[in-house]
């Protein structure tokens, strides 16, 4: 899969400065290449089904889709995207860790059980 970023280098004034459209501009293509790669799939269906919902989807076996704008709006549509797997992200892992603090936990809850069993 090939990323092309080209519409970050729109031209900006004053007013629509953006920290992470700046930071976003100076990364290599690379790295954010390697960074989207690393979502997980089930995050990349989220955010696909979200893209569609947005820019809205049509039967490509019946309709001829051409979607039009400027760089300005797909450059809010990518940093929703982005924020959007940011956030997915974050609840893969917060989920993650909940689910080994739960086994975590049953496994001392088990520990412990076994400890009192012996001591009697």
Do not use: W
């Amino acid at each position: 899969m090939i990323f092309n970023f080209d519409f970050l280098e729109s031209e900006s004034s004053d007013r629509d400065y953006n920290n992470l459209m700046e930071y976003l501009r100076q990364q290599h293509p690379e790295v954010l290449a390697r960074v989207a790669h690393s979502a997980s799939p089930e995050v990349k269906q989220i955010i696909s089904q979200n893209v569609q919902g947005l820019v809205g989807m049509l039967p490509t076996g019946d309709f001829n889709i051409k979607v039009t704008t400027d760089r300005e709006n797909l450059a809010h549509l990518l940093a929703s995207a982005m924020m959007t797997g940011y956030f997915l992200c974050q609840m893969e892992k917060r989920r993650d860790l909940e689910e080994n603090l739960s086994q975590s936990d049953s496994l001392n809850d088990r520990s412990n059980s076994q400890d009192s069993s012996e001591a009697e």
